[in-house]
């Protein structure tokens, strides 16, 4: 590839993912926190108060900001597992090479919501909404997950929500919530099902037999812009991309709502495939994916892998609703030239 051409697509295609990961869930203004609600009742007890909520918070935070000053994930493993130590082994590794902290990985201190289950078994599951952070980035939805009983809870995965996102309603804390499960019923389709036919549109666009059960949402539109935007850069100098999406196994946590919805989220994992035809090298796309190839001698080919942690409420079947992705977070966590 000429040096003219090749730093023409670099910039098309470093400036589109760039406004991916601002856009995905970054304005809050217009954001609703589901309001709790106290005339559920339940047989069993919550599986932890609200102030051990906010201690285990506390304590996974602590072990955030540790490792981000120090700018290395070692240790972290105690406090975070799952998709969050996934993308933030990939944020923590992107920082060594830049010198700084990606903004969107703030988490902020305080939350607007905490919804606690009844759980009699494990593994369980606490759901945490935060505010929003001082430079007005939207609200997170914090995963924390607790494996066994004596064992700690982690932070299993943390999403960005959407602008205006409207989230189902929980029981109040002291009378707690009820964790649903991948195959529940009641719904359109259940849980799993939704995550599976969610990576399936994800990956053939219109075209997938599924995309009528979705509503829109910012992260697919996000998604098609920038495709769109990259596929102009290729195809003048005559490349081609490919994107597919596969659901993580076991990777999925459910909160049910009073009104019988299912709140759910999953990672689902992908592969940004991208060729800049014969003689050319392909490079990455942004800043993130320049410096988790580093130092490797690029090729015709580059391949992305991507971590993508999504939010869905799903309805109850009776209300005739879609089934609607709230929130979604979006992380390379590998490059490669093959």
Known sequence: MSSKNSKKL???VTAAALAMATLVGV???????PQPQGTESSTQTPDITEAQEKAIRK???AALDTSDKAKTPDG?????????LEVRTSELAIAQATGAMDPKAIIPKDIAQTIIPTQSGWPRSVFSITTTTQDQQSKRLLVMTQAS????YKLWG??????GAKLPE?????????????DDSGLPISPQQTVDDYADVLTHGTQSKFASKFSNDYFRDDLAKLSATVQQGMERNHGTQTQTFTPAKGQISVMRSTEGGDLVVAQINSEWTRSAGEGRESQPASDAE?????????????KVTYVNVLAFYVPPAKSGKKVVAVGAERQPIKVEAV
């Not at 304005?27 to 926190?33: F, K, L």
């Not at 943390?158 to 602008?163: C, E, S, T």
């Not at 190839?293 to 690029?298: D, L, M, N, Y």
């Open 170 to 182: 929980f029981a109040i804390p002291t009378i707690g919530a009820s964790m649903g499960s991948p």
């Open 290 to 302: 320049r410096a988790l190839f580093g130092q490797g001698k690029a090729t015709a080919t580059m």
């Open 76 to 84: 972290l493993s105690a406090r975070v597992t799952g998709p969050a």
């Open 149 to 152: 009983p004596r064992s700690n």
């Open 158 to 163: 943390v999403v960005r929500l959407f602008q």
């Open 59 to 61: 304590d996974i935070l």
């Open 27 to 33: 304005a809050a203004c217009g954001e609703q926190t």
């Open 10 to 12: 670099l910039k098309t």
